[in-house]
């Protein structure tokens, strides 16, 4: 299986891929970051990356794409851009009929690391580790996505069915249930 993993950003979207292997392993096909410059206005932003996310799936033909679970945040902006880049990652996949996963964060440190509360570094050096690379892939990004591949190649729940449901595994509903939670509490706050 060939996972194309993309962790959404408006400024640096990681995107990689990676194949399983026999012995349940992985192995490292290619990784980057889709960019967009801050300057420009967020329609040029969004095209710019909507563009390279199409230029990496005709190139990697992956099998699905797994993509980080979109988190509400108090900083909208933030999880404004980073929806917008995960719908772009959702309608690039769609359009040639590859499946789309989502993965929440604490489901994809789980799958690299072994506890899903492990702190970025621990997940960027076990993403080198089962990829056999001397480092991580830099900027983080672009190790994240790596993880998100892994993840799916692991744990490959959370698949959109025909319905637009989500096969949701008992992570991502809890995660579900975390995200409510957090709603509440900012529309109390306001």
Not at 60 to 88: C, K, Y
Request: with cysteine; glycine share 8%.
């Amino acid at each position: 299986m060939r996972v194309l993993g993309v962790d959404p950003g408006l400024t640096r979207c990681g995107i990689g891929v990676v194949d399983s292997i026999a012995g349940r392993r992985a192995r490292l096909v290619a990784v980057g970051v889709a960019r967009s410059t801050h300057t420009e206005s967020i329609d040029v932003r969004l095209l710019a990356i909507s563009q390279q996310l199409d230029e990496w799936l005709d190139r990697h033909i992956p099998d699905v794409v797994a993509i980080e679970r979109v988190f509400a945040q108090n900083n909208l902006s933030t999880v404004m851009g980073t929806a917008q880049v995960a719908g772009l990652a959702m309608v690039a996949a769609a359009k040639r009929g590859v499946p789309v996963a989502l993965h929440t964060p604490s489901e994809v440190k789980a799958a690299v690391t072994g506890h899903g509360g492990a702190h970025k570094e621990q997940v960027q050096r076990m993403v080198a580790n089962i990829l056999g690379l001397s480092q991580a892939p830099r900027p983080a990004d672009a190790a994240d996505a790596l993880a998100l591949a892994i993840c799916h190649l692991w744990r490959p729940a959370g698949i959109l069915d025909k319905a637009d449901r989500y096969q949701m595994t008992p992570a991502q509903r809890q995660w579900a249930a975390a995200e409510q939670a957090t709603k509440q509490n900012v529309r109390r706050l306001h």
